[in-house]
């Protein structure tokens, strides 16, 4: 089985190729501009990215849309993440969190997929706490300030197959593919 997952970013392919290995599931990368909208939820930019998408490309594709929600800065950057990290960055957001006792964050993923008789969203959440200072040169975005519950590590000290053990993306990603190896079967 093959999944086609639009993003630009290598990262989260090669993230989710690994993740969909031991599923027998390959992944293709369609490079194309996601459109997405300003909206109250990563739910919402994944919806309308499908059907933009599928009009284009007219295969069943996956889109991610994902973010990183701060607790003391009431949930910001969320669904703005992509915006704040080419504006203000890492450095921006641990001088928001300066002084601030509260270290609680997570990251969600929702992950979407289309084809010519349904749309089905998938989620995956990751909680743990913002570095006092940035650690690591793995990965990318917000990775080098994330520590997941349960690790010492950011997520930018870890190898991608380490990240994936935690990661909201791997998590939906291998709710996808449970579900796509289910429906192969329906049909
Ligand atoms: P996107 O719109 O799904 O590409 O994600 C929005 C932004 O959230 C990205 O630009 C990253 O800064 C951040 N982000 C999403 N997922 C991750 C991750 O796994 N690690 C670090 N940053 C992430």
Redesign the pocket.
């Known amino acids: 089985m093959k999944i086609r997952f639009v993003?630009r970013?290598k990262h989260?392919f090669v993230?989710v190729s690994k993740a969909l290995q031991e599923y027998g599931i390959k992944v293709e990368q369609l490079c194309l501009d996601?459109l997405?909208i300003q909206a109250k939820s990563l739910s919402d930019v994944v919806r309308f990215s499908l059907v933009v998408l599928y009009n284009v490309v007219g295969e069943p594709l996956v889109v991610?849309?994902?973010?990183?929600f701060i607790e003391a800065l009431k949930g910001f950057p969320g669904v703005f993440?992509?915006y704040v990290?080419?504006t203000i960055g890492v450095n921006g957001i641990l001088k928001l969190m300066e002084n601030v006792s509260n270290r609680k964050a997570m990251?969600k993923?929702v992950v979407g997929y289309i084809d010519d008789s349904q749309i089905a969203l998938f989620e995956g959440i990751v909680e743990g706490i913002i570095a006092y200072e940035p650690r690591g040169n793995m990965?990318?975005?917000?990775?080098p300030i994330?520590i997941p519950n349960g690790s010492e590590k950011t997520?930018a000290e870890m190898s991608v197959d380490e990240?994936n053990k935690f990661?909201?993306?791997a998590k939906a990603f291998r709710k996808l593919a449970s579900w796509l190896i289910q429906d192969k079967f329906k049909r």
């Open positions: 993003t970013n989260k993230e996601k997405e991610e849309d994902a973010g990183l993440s992509s990290f080419k990251f993923s990965g990318f975005g917000f990775d994330f997520f990240k990661s909201h993306r």
